[in-house]
């Protein structure tokens, strides 16, 4: 809808049209009920501080990340140790990229999935039957030599402020992993060896005011198909977790950033921790920014659990797969409630 009338990009459209296009209307049962939404601060996801995770209270904090994972499958950091300035700045751009004249930032536009960096809208404009209310930049950014070259070089500082962050993004990334596999009982560089030469990629998002944001989504409720995510959003709420069948808001947490689990720490813990459904509504009054990190296994790593978290009482929960095939299966199936590894269950055996 929005390309035939010469506008892929839905900030673009909606600033011409001033009103939801029809091809961002939710069906009437699949539209967010902002009404039932858990709002108090009391249920929202852990808060963890990760001064420690380097000092003598290590354990502490590795038993708390574990606790997180496997009842929440969400926490937040503080203490995480991305500098201030690095963090502000990665906003700013960012900011300042959506801000660049219609015809600047389309010089990034691809509905291509296969490119390693393009902008874009909603999720899969060429699959998709309703769109999302969402622009983006796909940025990979490991190994970052292999891809900044790619990158936007307008603004001017863009390369060099988003390089920096994705590069702290990166060892935060490696420092949680190394903490969750300590909370599982194993050796702390197990995660990141079973991720084999691993990958790295980002979504710049941004959504801009939603005159009916009961109509549409920013995202619907999905699972991310990486290992584990690091988000970085403004002061704006959207995400969304969901909690014994509710939808609990997480609010913005200055100087915090949000990780989640996603289905390869699930896959390689054996079903120990979990990928939680979670979800992004829109608003009227603001825009929102969010920067999402992705961390991967590299395409080619086999995806299985360590030896000693099957036994009897925990049996195999998913067959052995390589990232790039769950992948693929992933984004052929969308966004959806439905979990893609319900689809690599081992087989069940005749007699069983």
Sequence with gaps: MASAIGKPLL??????????????????????????????????????????????????????????????GFFMVRNHGIPEEVVEGML?????????????????????????????????????????????????????????DQWPSNPHSFRQVVGTYSTEARALALRLLEAISESLGLERGHMVSAMGRQAQHMAVNYYPPCPQPELTYGLPGHKDPNAITLLLQDGVSGLQVQRNGRWVAVNPVPDALVINIG????????DRYKSVLHRVIVNSESERISVPTFYCPSPDAVIAPADGLVDDGHPLAYRPFT???????????????????????????QDD
């Design 11 to 72: 900030s673009d459209l909606v600033a011409q049209s001033g009103q939801v296009p029809p091809s961002h209307i939710r069906p009437v049962g699949d539209r967010p009920d902002l009404d039932n939404v858990d709002h108090e601060s009391g249920a929202g996801i852990p808060l963890i501080d990760l001064k420690q995770l380097d000092g003598p209270d290590r354990r502490r904090v590795v038993e708390a990340i574990g606790s997180a994972c496997e009842t929440d």
């Design 92 to 148: 700013r751009v960012a900011r300042e990229f959506f801000h660049m004249s219609e015809s600047e930032r389309l010089k990034c536009y691809s509905d291509d999935p296969k490119k390693a960096i393009r902008l874009s809208t909603s999720f899969n404009v060429r699959t998709e039957k309703v769109s999302n209310w969402r622009d983006f930049l796909r940025l990979h950014c490991y190994p970052l030599e292999d891809f900044i």
């Design 263 to 270: 289905d390869q720490v699930q896959a390689l813990s054996n």
């Design 323 to 349: 990232y790039q095939a769950y992948y693929d299966e992933f984004w052929n199936m969308g966004l959806e409630s439905a979990s893609c590894l319900d689809r690599f269950r081992p087989e069940k055996r």
